[in-house]
């Protein structure tokens, strides 16, 4: 039996689940002026995927890469998802909804 499939799924699954909550946790904190910390850790991490010996260690970096670009659109979309009052407001920076 091969479990590699199996274990790199489990691996994006967990990554996905991961990013989810971090990319609400960012917006909350950060606002979308956080979406380049995103992208240059998936530059990061598929740069370190491209030359690192391990290939299921490469896979899995390439699946944090592209989780991380995704997230880039996801950061976006949680603003509005906030504007439309299904997630709370960082009181701190409410002017920032009203002007979007």
Known sequence: MNFIGLLIGLATFLCIGMFHPLVIKAEYHFGRQCWPAFLLAGIAALIVSLFIANE?????????????????????QQHQRV??????????????????
């Not at 260690?57 to 976006?76: N, Q």
């Not at 504007?83 to 979007?100: L, T, V």
């Open 56 to 76: 299921y260690l490469s896979i899995i970096l390439g699946v944090v890469a592209f989780s991380c670009f995704w997230s880039i659109l996801e950061v976006h």
């Open 83 to 100: 504007r439309k009052g299904w997630f709370p407001m960082n009181p701190k920076r409410r002017g920032e909804y009203e002007n979007s």
